[in-house]
């Protein structure tokens, strides 16, 4: 079985859709994704520099069109795989790909969500750090300590955590033993309580958000479980904006359902470095450019054919 899996936030690079706009009807394609979502996404996508795709209002819309531009390239083959995920706003593109939402219903509402998590953001200073080769129990006590929250649960030992920033210092001077801290570039503590502000706001966007039942397996980053309908993904998806992402038990998840290899939708990258610690020996392609297409298609019927 093979799944195929949507990255989220911090996988985007400059220019990373300008071999796409080569391909027919992609930059018309593009443009309409962009005006649902608000956003100018063939330039962000082409000219923008790496400042200006990293703003949350700009970011979340652009991984998911090229979530969605990987799909339609696809093609039929997309059918093939056995279940979908998505990271974080990856769950607005693995919607996509299980039938739960049309591509410009999905671009509407990641765009209302990146309007509501960057005012939410800009309320209070807060950031965001991976944490690499800790124990989860006492990282987390160590989180309890200094106030601190648990952002996403990647699996392969790495946990991203959130807060205060000075809170995130004092874990870096202090980590726990053996654990490895890492700032990263974000604009707020995403997935914790200081995303409350954002939550009724982008609430009443998906109540007005057309959805389907899933037509496929569709994995919840909540806890791993599959989606039962498409109202309570839309419940889903508005609840993770301040809940933890919980990558790792996706994973169990694939792994209990007997993946045999995945597929990570544009911009690839992160996925597929996560599944090589967390799902060992399993083959995973990731889509960059078009020029990594015939090998996800190869890999998606290899597993129709199993």
Known sequence: MIVIVAPGQGSQKPGFLSPWLELPGVPERLAALGEAAGVDLVQHGTVSDAD?????????????????????????????????????VGEITAAVAAGVLEAEDAMALVGERARAMADAAAETPTGMA???????????????????????????GQIVVAGALDALAALAEAPPERARVIPLQTAGAFHTSYMAPAVERFRARAAATRASDPTTTLWTNRDGSAVASGTD??????GQVSSPVRWDRCTAAFQEAGVTGIVELAPAGALVGLAKRGLRGVPAVGITTPDDLPAAIRLLESGAAA
């Open 52 to 88: 200006t795709i990293r703003d949350t209002l700009v970011a979340q819309p652009l991984i998911v069109a090229a979530g969605i531009l990987a799909l339609d390239a696809l093609g039929e083959s997309a059918s093939l795989a056995g279940g979908v995920a998505g990271h974080s």
């Open 130 to 156: 991976a944490v690499l080769g800790a124990d989860e129990a006492a990282l987390e006590a160590r989180l309890a300590e200094l106030g601190l929250q648990p952002a996403n649960y990647n699996g392969g």
């Open 233 to 238: 993904f839309l419940d889903l998806v508005v």
